[in-house]
């Protein structure tokens, strides 16, 4: 138990990357799985033209936002596009990906994993921009439509 106390009161001087390695390592002997990204990962690799290992991607300050974001966008399509099949889920979110990376281009931004996870919460404003009206009058379907040439 000696041992034990002394690991707790040693854990406040260590440092955040430190702290990261403890949790890796306990998880690995507790057996706890790894975190792993959601499909939307892939998408902001492939726009950002990054290869940063998701466990990286967690440690940093655009992971925060990404988290949120994440949640939020995908509301948006299932509120937008509701019961679309996986495949057609997947190929659509990686279309208003596109739609992010060029909306932040046109801002002359730098299109990067923190800048796209910030700009992720302005899905509906970023997609009404290149759709104006289509959300408000219903026809967001046309968009998916066309997308996949029904």
């Known amino acids: ?10 854990l406040p001087s260590l440092s955040k990357r430190e702290l990261n390695a403890l949790r890796a390592e306990l998880d690995r002997l507790l057996g706890a799985p790894a ?5 939307l990962y892939s998408h902001l690799l492939t726009i950002t033209g990054t290869a940063i290992p998701y466990s990286r991607f967690q440690q940093s ?13 995908i509301r948006f399509v299932d509120a937008t596009w509701p019961g679309v099949n996986k495949v057609t889920k997947n190929a659509l979110m990686l279309y208003l990906f596109s739609l992010i990376q060029d909306y932040l281009k046109s801002l002359q931004l730098p299109v990067t994993p923190k800048t796209v996870s910030q700009n992720m919460f302005n899905i509906k404003d970023i997609f009404d921009i290149n759709f104006p009206g289509y959300l408000q009058t219903g026809l967001a379907n046309l ?3 066309a997308m996949v040439g029904r």
């Open 1 to 10: 138990m000696q041992n034990l106390a002394s690991i707790i009161s040693a």
């Open 35 to 39: 975190a792993t990204p959601s499909p």
């Open 61 to 73: 300050t655009a992971y925060k936002d990404w988290e949120l974001a994440e949640k939020e966008f």
């Open 143 to 145: 968009v998916l439509k």
